[in-house]
Each structure stands twice: as C-alpha cells, then as structure tokens.
C-alpha cells in the first residue's frame, strides 16, 4: 500500500530564519513526489514536484525539497520564511504506474513575525 | 487556463436528502479526480476518469455516492440520502495525460454541512 507520513502537525518558526516541512513516503515502485499550499477554505496549490533527476527541486514562492532515496524523505524547505507562508501543507506520492496521489495528513506552518 | 471551478462554494442540507456537486475541469485536461477532505485531514481519494470513462473508485466509496462526467468536460458528483457523516470539503482536481508527470489542480472546493 501506499502512504505519505507529515510527522509534524504543527511548525512554527520565526520571519527570517529557514523552515523545514518534513515528509516521509511508502510505495512499491518509484515514487512521483508533490508538495503543496492550502490556505483557509481554498483547494491545494501545487508548490513543486520531484519526478526525476537532480535530488534538490525548486518551486514556487522561494520553496524548493529534497528527495532522499535511502531515508524515503521529501521535506520542503525554504532559506527564509515569511508571514505569507503561514498556512497548511500537504506532501503527496503517486506511483510511476499507478493513478492516485496520496496524500499525507498535512502540517500546519505558522510564521512568526 | 481559467482554473478548475467547483460548485456550489457551500452546500446546508439535511440529513436524507440528496447533494449534487459540479466540477468544470480545465479545459485541455482529461484526467480529472474527486477527493473529499476533513478537518485535520489530506484529501483522500473518491474516484478517478480519464476523460467520460470512470477508471478507479475508492473502495471506500460508499453505494450512496456517484459520479459521472458524461461529454468527458465536466462532472457531477451525487450523494444520495445524506449522513451526518458525508460533512466534508468536497475537492476537485484535474491533470492532463499528454503532460508527463503532470501535477494535480484543484478546485476551491465544495463544503457540505449536513444538519
């Protein structure tokens, strides 16, 4: 079975300093990887994606994640947080061969001014 | 590329009755998903069509719910007899095929509250 892991429910950081979203995955296969933004009663927003290639990706709004084979991590990362990015975060999966996305439970990051 | 639109935005019923949600995908995209997400929770997964034809369904999708999407534009997705428990934001989102690796887009969203 597949399945995403957000360890944290909760991040709060200072504007400024780096944050880190963390993700872990499960899949049988090789996973197509997607961060992304929801803020209150809107849809997700896709941030960025790893499908292959170079481990680090870069998104959107200053985001970018790391792809981590041997710990089966995705975490999003940013150099410096900003009030803006307040708001909840979903890390998803989907297999090459395979449809559905899979979502995790989602963290909620708040930015500190 | 006008987003994925969802409607209605809110949707009060009470328990029994019957719910109808619209989604008008992009329009080049023909994968197109339903998810259903509550509080404290990711979307979790209903059902899926590659353009009119419905691939997978959630096995956890109950008989009272159905979904079509007719011309292969937009679809409908129907809960019949209501529970409290169908409470949730109901999410639409949509993909393209010809894309590789092709991320998900959502709609705002549908949010029923059934009474």
């Known amino acids: 079975a597949q399945s995403v892991a957000q360890p944290e429910d909760q991040v709060n950081v200072a504007e400024g300093n780096p944050l880190t979203v963390k993700c872990t995955y499960s899949?049988?296969?090789?996973?197509?990887l997607f961060w992304y933004v929801q803020y209150p009663n809107r849809g997700l927003q896709f941030l960025l994606k790893y499908i292959t290639g170079d481990n680090l990706v870069k998104g959107s709004y200053g985001f970018e994640a790391e792809f981590n084979k041997s710990q089966t991590s995705f975490h999003l990362k940013k150099p410096s947080a900003l009030v803006s990015d307040s708001a909840l975060y979903f890390c998803a999966v989907r297999v090459a061969t395979g449809n559905q996305f899979y979502f995790g439970t989602g963290t909620s990051l708040t930015v500190i001014p | 590329d006008t987003g994925v639109s969802q409607n209605p935005r809110h949707k009060i019923t009470k328990r029994g009755q019957n719910v109808t949600f619209r989604c008008d995908p992009i329009s080049e995209h023909n994968r197109l998903y339903w998810y259903r997400q509550t509080l404290g929770q990711g979307p979790e997964f209903l059902t899926y069509f590659q353009n009119e034809a419905q691939l997978e369904k959630s096995r956890l999708l109950s008989d009272r719910f159905s979904a079509e999407r007719p011309k292969g534009s937009f679809s409908t997705l129907e809960i019949q007899r209501t529970e409290q428990g169908d409470s949730a934001m109901y999410l639409c989102?949509?993909?393209?095929?010809?894309?590789?690796?092709?991320?998900?887009?959502f709609g705002n969203g549908t949010r029923l509250t059934v009474t």
């Open positions: 899949v049988s296969g090789n996973p197509y």
């Open positions: 989102a949509s993909s393209s095929i010809n894309r590789v690796n092709s991320p998900l887009h």
